[in-house]
T-cell receptor, first 126, second 113 residues
Framework: EEQLVESGGGFVQPGGSLRLSCRVSGFTFDTYWMSWVRQAPGKGLEWVANINQEGKDRYYVASVKGRFTISRDNTKNSLYLQMDSLRAEDTAVYYCARDRGSFVWGNYHYYGVDVWGQGTTVIVAS | DIVMTQSPDSLAVSLGERATINCKSSRSLLYSSNYKNYLTWYQQKPGQPPKLLIYWASTRESGVPDRFSGSGSGTDFTLSIRNLQAEDVAVYYC?????????FGRGTKLEIK
């Protein structure tokens, strides 16, 4: 069974840092792009970032660019999100997610997320 | 960045009837190289992560009942749920999968009338 288990969430003051981790099992981790998606309390979904299989290609939503860093360790079947300079508006449940995609004429095409973790909660407040 | 606009924000439909949710993108999601529309639909029930329902605007994910169907092309898309069941109560999101950042719509809350 495919499983994504997040950890590392918690309470942090504005300007602080947190590192989220996602441990993966049940599929071949290093053959998939992976993402982080977040959901603020009572709000909708926001795609945050994704990373390719080798960890070389990364994309971010504008609101976190320069503050968050997505990374992975394929030897540990793990995905990470380093979050620095945290703001109150970063308060959310953060989901680790497996991307569904394929290569079309040599270019990666993303179709969506087909496997989700249960999420880890980050609260940024003073 | 592509902006996704969903409507309505909420919807109440009687059991057995049809629910229709709309999604509009700020630019075309049609990929010229393969003529596919990069629009994805998800269902999120309370306390759960989202579930992938439909990708490429109209391709149902494996295991999704055929009561769920997606349509549309370019910038205008629709999720239809026929013969509404009680277990369909959820929030439904569209997402553009055309280019990063892969933005979502604000969601449509579906309830039973």
């Amino acid at each position: 069974e495919e499983q994504l288990v997040e950890s590392g969430g918690g309470f942090v003051q504005p300007g602080g840092s947190l590192r989220l981790s996602c441990r993966v099992s049940g599929f071949t981790f290093d053959t998939y792009w992976m993402s982080w998606v977040r959901q603020a309390p009572g709000k909708g979904l926001e795609w945050v970032a994704n990373i390719n299989q080798e960890g070389k290609d990364r994309y971010y939503v504008a609101s976190v660019k320069g503050r968050f860093t997505i990374s992975r360790d394929n030897t540990k079947n793990s995905l990470y999100l380093q979050m620095d300079s945290l703001r109150a508006e970063d308060t959310a449940v953060y989901y680790c997610a497996r991307d569904r995609g394929s290569f079309v004429w040599g270019n990666y095409h993303y179709y969506g997320v087909d496997v989700w973790g249960q999420g880890t909660t980050v609260i940024v407040a003073s | 960045d592509i902006v996704m606009t969903q409507s309505p924000d909420s919807l109440a439909v009687s059991l057995g009837e049809r629910a229709t949710i709309n999604c509009k993108s700020s630019r075309s999601l049609l990929y010229s190289s393969n003529y596919k529309n990069y629009l994805t639909w998800y269902q999120q029930k309370p306390g759960q992560p989202p579930k992938l329902l439909i990708y490429w605007a109209s391709t149902r994910e494996s295991g999704v009942p055929d009561r769920f169907s997606g349509s549309g092309s370019g910038t205008d898309f629709t999720l239809s749920i026929r013969n509404l069941q009680a277990e369909d109560v959820a929030v439904y999101y569209c997402q553009q999968s055309y280019s990063p950042p892969y933005s979502f719509g604000r969601g449509t809350k579906l309830e039973i009338k």
